[in-house]
């Protein structure tokens, strides 16, 4: 039994008047790959985005319960989100590269937060972080070239070579691959296989196979609810919940 | 079967036909449009490239008959010059153009032949040469108005006398000295130099262009600022509610503003309240940013909501504060949007009268403003004072000023054009 990085007790979650999550309890192991499945519209995504507080840019997004790090209520007053975000960080299911240098992609988060002093430092960071993302090889020729002129697998880990250069504890991967090609994606959860020997990785995917393939634990989502959470090998060969079966079996969703 | 196949081949080629004609009404829609534009721009041009060169008449002015020796000039200052007497001496340099005439009633045409202002030309001649002044110089002298039309061939010459400005003698004044040789054209410089004047072809576009530049550097300090800060506030900031809401659409209300109204504002309260001075290119400038604020604001809100969100959550997601994502992510994409915007609110603003007639940009001025604090005209402004005018002159000159206003314009439109492709993101 690993030791428990994150717990969401009793999580309600509102956009306006619609519910979106309905009392969501689970815990994240860490330095293990948690993936999150189920439908289009399930909560999934709104549950990972509460994870760094990035629902907090919604402004009728309301969020009800308790979601604790570390044991520290991530919504706690006295939280500082910037601070959050910086160890818990983000992918996104669309590559979203700033139109900026690979470099200064990558540069980007240490520079506001001041983690590095010289430019030596930025330069070490930049490239530990490609080299992570395994990415280094590709564009180290050309790291003063625009990241938007990456293919979508590159700008894919360029973006978590960028969530990876501020240091954080967690890395949030919302539907990483759903935008790219199976060699893309093959090459990203290789990674994710790499990284969870330093990071927490929770990650939404639509694809089942992806979620057996990289997780340890799965959770599965159903309009809003979290219908079963347990070992990826328990969920897919025996699950407790009729839902559960429906759905990895191919019958709805 | 075949029926069947031959009915699709008609409805098809129904289908073709109908595109043919929708495509003819489009070219003629667009020949339609583009024939006025060069209509106008012909129009224009025919009747204004004439003010760009002007008639000069040469006079060999004998400068020994002022002064005992000329090397004396060199050690004048120029209020010595400036308190030398003259009138008559100037007069006599061009009545040596007709040794023969004698009668006044002839030697008053011969003087009208020149412009009203002969004896400061050669005077300011005399300044800028005071150092190597020969007993006799040639001098080029503007020609009067009436010669000017003349000379262009925009002045008929065969009606009769007591309807043409200019006499049958000056005429053949004229005629003479065109074929003495002494009759030439030259580049218009004064006109694109000197104030206005009563005087048509003393009259320049120089101020008016100085007043509109002062004008349009009022509006850019202005506008561009609050505009650009408004925007992001509105667009990333603020809450969304009834405020803003309300805020947004007298936005919108304001953009429709008929431009006069501004005028009105600026006259009851920035020139009677504030006190601030008459006629000048601040109060003209900060009334037309009233009016170029709402084009700016609504065009940088629109390139802002271009800019996708993926590019705020990539921010946000390493950890920038709203204000770090908008500022260094956002905003630099959102950029040559709100600069193309800024350019078109200027360019509105360079061409717009209504407001300036009101707080008393219309005034004849015959300086060049040398600050903003200055009473100045603008071009518009002049474009319409000078339509006014009867003497030819000033039509030639109408034309011309509008063709210097749509120049900038087209300058203008061709920097936000230039400024949109240099720095758009690629994506």
């Known amino acids: 039994m690993k030791s428990i990085k994150i717990k969401a007790d009793n999580l309600n979650v509102y956009y306006g008047e619609k519910q979106a999550l309905f009392e969501v309890s689970m815990y994240m192991e860490e330095k293990q790959v948690t993936a999150l499945i189920g439908p289009s519209g399930c909560g999934k995504s709104t549950f990972i985005r509460c994870l760094n507080r990035m629902n907090d840019v919604i402004d009728i997004c309301k969020v009800q319960g308790k979601i604790e790090i570390d044991g520290n209520d991530i919504y706690a007053p006295d939280m500082q989100v910037e601070q959050l975000r910086e160890r818990v960080g983000m992918v996104f299911q669309k590559p979203n590269p700033f139109p900026k240098s690979i470099f200064e992609n990558v540069a980007y988060g240490p520079r506001i937060h001041g983690i590095a002093e010289h430019k030596s430092d930025l330069e070490e960071i930049v490239v530990t972080s490609l080299k992570k993302a395994a990415l280094f090889d590709e564009v180290k020729d050309r790291l003063s070239d625009s990241g938007t002129s990456l293919s979508g697998g590159q700008q894919q880990r360029l973006c978590i070579a960028r969530a990876i250069s501020v240091n954080p504890d967690i890395i949030l991967m919302d539907e990483p691959c759903s935008a790219l090609d199976p060699i893309a994606t093959a090459r990203i959860e290789e990674l994710m296989g790499d990284l969870k020997t330093e990071y927490t990785i929770i990650i939404v995917t639509h694809s089942m196979q992806q979620a057996a393939r990289v997780s340890s634990r799965t959770g599965f989502f159903h309009l809003g609810k979290l219908v079963e959470v347990d070992k990826t090998e328990a969920i897919f060969s025996n699950p407790s919940d009729q839902r559960t079966q429906d759905y990895i079996t191919g019958r709805f969703g | ?427």
Not at chain 2, 82 to 108: Q, T
Not at chain 2, 175 to 191: A, T, W
Not at chain 2, 248 to 258: G, H
Request: hydrophobic share 45%; with cysteine; glycine share 6%.
């Open chain 2, 1 to 427: 079967m075949t029926d069947r196949i031959e009915q699709r081949i008609n409805s098809l080629n129904k289908r073709l036909n109908s595109e043919k004609r929708f495509r003819i009404y489009c070219i003629g829609a667009m020949s339609f449009a583009l024939a006025w534009v060069l209509i106008l721009f012909l129009n224009i041009f025919s009747s204004g490239y004439s003010a760009f060169y002007r008639t000069v008449i040469q006079v060999d002015v004998p400068f020994l008959n002022l002064i005992e020796d000329t090397t004396q000039f060199s050690e004048m200052s120029s209020e010595d010059i400036n308190n030398l007497s003259m009138y008559s001496f100037s007069k006599k340099a061009i009545y040596r153009l007709f040794p023969d005439i004698e009668e006044k009633k002839d030697k008053k045409m011969l003087i009208r032949l020149f412009s009203i202002e002969f004896e400061q030309e050669i005077r300011e001649f005399l300044k800028s040469n005071k150092s190597n002044i020969n007993e006799t110089e040639t001098i080029y002298l503007t020609a009067s108005d009436d010669v000017d039309q003349v000379n262009k061939g925009n002045y008929p010459r065969d009606l009769d006398e007591d309807k043409r400005r200019i006499k049958d003698i000056q005429l053949l004044f004229f005629d003479d000295l065109v074929d003495r040789g002494l009759v030439s054209y030259e580049f218009n410089l004064p006109f694109l130099m000197r104030g206005d004047s009563r005087e048509p072809e003393l009259a320049g576009v120089g101020g008016s262009i100085v007043g509109s530049l002062f004008t349009i550097l009022v509006v850019l300090i202005l506008s561009f600022p609050i505009g650009i800060f408004a925007a992001i506030y509105l667009e990333e900031f603020a809450p969304k509610n009834r405020v803003t809401d309300f805020i947004e659409i007298n936005i919108n209300n304001l953009a429709a503003v008929p431009s006069i109204v501004f005028g009105l504002l600026g006259l009851g309260i920035i020139l009677n309240t504030f006190g601030l001075p008459r006629s000048t290119p601040l109060v003209g400038g900060i009334v037309l940013s009233l009016m170029t604020l709402p084009t700016i604001i609504i065009a940088t809100r629109a390139s802002l909501r271009a800019v996708p969100p993926s590019i705020r959550e990539g921010a946000l997601a390493v950890g920038a504060t709203k204000m770090q994502a908008v500022m260094h992510h956002v905003v630099p994409v959102a950029m040559p949007g709100a600069l193309t915007g800024t350019i078109i609110g200027l360019a509105q603003a360079l061409g717009e009268t209504a407001p300036l007639l009101l707080i008393g940009m219309v005034a004849f001025v015959v300086d060049v403003p040398q600050t903003p604090l200055d009473a100045s005209a603008s071009l518009p402004v002049q474009v319409y004072l000078w339509s006014e005018s009867a003497e030819r002159g000033y039509v030639e000159k109408t034309s011309a000023t509008i063709m210097m206003l749509l120049g900038f314009l087209i300058l203008m439109n061709l920097a936000a054009v230039l400024i949109r492709r240099k720095f758009e993101t690629k994506w």
